[in-house]
């Protein structure tokens, strides 16, 4: 049995604004103003020129931003307020579709908002509004005509800041928003300036053209489940500088040419072990460059057009091919680190690999070549270098394998890794004169005759002199890192090691290992 006993009262609250700003901070609430006066620009199919001025006082704590792509007719004034309410078409080709960005930018930004507009040359109205208002249950505000504005024209002007600005703050917006209009800022047509300067378009294509491994441009279109289509190009490679420091590599999304996601790295993308790898140094150079056309709804972006929706459909639909191009643009920087001069950054001029893709969801290739052989490391190397010797004389392998192991403490982000890596050098020294007494003196030597020779230091390199001639010099230095080491081990403070005595006693211990068992240690 169902019976109606009565209706509900479905008008949202207007706590619904304060609720939804916590996630606004001056750089997206900006950008929020910035789309409205763009949205109607590309709405009108760009066929004027569109001037954006952002105004930032420090002193007054006011924020003005202006446009002039031709403002809003009476009957749309609701979409000011309405939360929802919305001028673009859900099939525009626009940046707005949610109807909720200009009313939570403005009051994440202010208590006191007023907003003025002329739709071309007819009458200017305004609503302004404050945080009386959104304390008030009533939805009605007062619609006033003003004195008029230039034709064509939106003004938002925001009092009694939420935000705090200052010149590093005007700066930041600066690169934020020169970042993500950059492809609307290459049109002749479109001026935005902050506080009376000009906005230079910034982009993150800087490439490297490596011979067989040139950077891919990838295109085609995608299909929605409602079959609207989705035009794809994305361009991967590697980039002709390195920013580990900055940030900036990784993955970038456009949304009709709007930047939403900037140097991702994240495991949605690919930065995850078995595909990239964790965000590294290494992988410093991979960046993939995302351009996504179409109608508004079809865009994976969220509802402050912040980030990238990891699970819309579009996203889901590129997933795949995404990771496979990240991860083998990961494995080329990675194989060709420590030779990017030569392997990368040497070819800065070629041109990108056009790739058509007929269906993306399906690709699961980056239609690369196979992956160059990676760089041997230094261990192997040594190891290679020493095969016959070590065919002869097998305990010759731990000694060099002492000398590769102190390299890697070495590397490692130990505060005490020098000490570490200096006595493990003196072990494999002391190791290498027990090996020669055993095995190349031709002298058997008992255990007791060992241990008996072994009780000093001193004693081992008196009974070593008597079949290996080293200089004056050498055995000076022997005897003085013997010293330190004990000294490490024995006294009650430890003695620290700089990285030129440690690099010193390797280069040592070299010589010596060389000079007894014509073991050879190469430049990797």
């Known amino acids: 049995m169902k019976n109606q006993v009565g209706t509900l009262s479905a008008i949202p609250s207007k706590r619904l604004f304060l609720s939804i700003i916590a996630d606004y901070d001056l750089n997206r609430s900006i950008c929020e103003l910035i789309d409205n006066g763009l949205d109607v620009w590309v709405r009108s199919d760009r066929t004027s020129a569109i001037t954006i001025v952002i105004t930032l006082d420090c002193d007054q704590m006011t924020i003005c931003v202006e446009d002039d792509a031709g403002g809003l007719p009476k009957s749309e004034l609701s979409f000011i307020v309405g939360p929802g309410q919305t001028g673009s078409a859900p099939d525009d080709e626009t940046i707005g579709i949610f109807g909720v960005g200009t009313k939570r930018a403005v009051v994440a930004l202010a208590q006191d908002i007023k907003i003025s507009t002329r739709y071309g040359k007819e009458k200017t109205y305004q609503v302004d509004f404050d945080d009386a208002w959104l304390k008030n249950d009533n939805w009605e505000l007062p619609l006033y005509q003003i004195d008029d504005i230039d034709p064509g024209t939106t003004l938002v002007e925001l009092q009694k800041l939420r935000v705090q600005i200052d010149d590093d703050a005007i700066e930041q917006l600066r690169d934020h928003l020169s970042a993500t209009y950059a492809k609307f800022l290459s049109a002749e047509s479109v001026t935005i300036k902050l506080n009376g300067v000009p906005l230079v378009p910034m982009f993150f294509d800087n490439w490297s053209y490596p011979p067989g491994y040139e950077p891919r441009r990838y295109h085609g279109n995608l299909s929605t489940a409602d079959e609207q289509v989705v035009r794809v190009e994305a361009i991967a490679g590697l980039s002709n500088e390195s920013s580990p420091a900055a940030g900036e590599y990784g993955v970038y999304f456009y949304c009709n040419d709007r930047l939403i996601a900037r140097a991702v790295k994240t495991f949605e993308v690919g930065f995850m072990r078995g595909y990239a790898g964790l965000p590294h140094p290494k992988v410093s150079l991979t960046k993939v460059l995302v351009s996504l056309n179409g109608d508004a709804r079809s865009m994976p972006w969220n509802s402050s057009k912040s980030d990238i929706s990891i699970k819309h459909e579009v996203f889901q639909a590129l997933h ?172 009650r403070a430890s003695a620290s090691v700089s990285d030129s005595e440690l690099e010193n006693f390797r280069e040592l211990v070299e010589t010596v290992l060389k000079k007894l068992y014509n073991l050879k240690f190469i430049v990797a």
């Open 320 to 491: 795949t091919w995404l990771m496979q191009v990240v991860k083998d643009y990961a494995a080329l920087s990675r194989i060709w680190m420590g030779d990017w001069p030569d392997k990368v950054f040497q070819h800065n001029a070629g041109q990108i690999v056009a790739v058509p893709v007929d269906d993306f969801p399906k690709v699961k290739k980056s239609y690369l070549p196979p992956m160059p052989k990676s760089r041997p490391r230094y261990g192997e190397l040594v190891k290679n270098a020493n095969q016959k010797l070590v065919k002869k004389k097998p305990w010759v392998k731990g000694l060099y394998e002492g000398v590769v192991a102190a390299d890697l403490i070495a590397k490692q982000s130990l505060e005490q890794r020098n000490r570490i890596a200096l006595i493990v050098l003196d072990s494999t020294l002391e190791i290498a004169f027990k090996e020669f007494l055993v095995n190349d003196s031709e002298n058997y030597y008992s255990d007791a005759e060992l241990l008996k020779v072994f009780k000093t230091r001193h004693n081992v390199h008196n009974e070593i002199k008597k079949y290996v001639i080293l200089s004056a010099d050498t055995w000076k230095k022997i005897i003085h890192f013997s010293n330190i080491r004990n000294k490490l081990i024995h006294q």
